[in-house]
């Protein structure tokens, strides 16, 4: 995981046409800016993010992203990083009739709980 600061606030970047860059886990941060020669430069006030990615995002498959399917589509794209479609049908069809199967269920459903609200807080910040 990478944790990158910011002097603004991020939310996501279209990577190309099937990928989007989420920046979650933002927390406020201080820190400083490079200076000359090396040195320091002045201390601000800004943004961190943790990611996969080297500038701190998580990068996440959607394609096809609109205005009004947006939320969807992060939510779907974050939990296939997580459990990939093949996965996700056999868990849902599953339907915890095991104990095995109760826990996988039980996990998938925690998981995208974490998402929605993920995307949610990211959704939700002003820039």
């Known amino acids: 995981m990478n944790t990158v600061n910011y002097a ?9 046409d099937d ?5 979650l886990n933002e927390q406020e941060a201080e ?3 490079p200076g000359e020669d090396g040195q320091p430069g002045e201390t601000v006030q800004g943004y961190s993010y943790t990611g996969e990615e080297a500038d701190g ?3 996440i498959a959607a ?3 609109t205005d009004a399917n947006r939320r ?10 997580s459990f990939d479609i093949d996965a996700q049908i056999a868990i849902l069809a599953n339907d915890g009739d095991t104990e ?3 826990e996988e269920l039980e996990n998938y459903k ?5 998402c929605k609200a993920a995307v949610d807080e990211l959704l939700g910040r002003t820039i």
């Open 8 to 16: 603004e606030r991020k939310t996501f970047v279209k990577y190309d």
């Open 31 to 33: 820190f400083q800016t």
């Open 19 to 23: 990928h989007f860059l989420l920046y």
């Open 57 to 59: 995002s998580t990068k």
């Open 100 to 102: 095995v199967h109760a």
């Open 63 to 65: 394609s096809g992203v």
């Open 110 to 114: 925690t998981c995208r709980a974490q």
């Open 72 to 81: 969807d589509k992060f939510i779907a794209g974050l939990i296939g990083l």
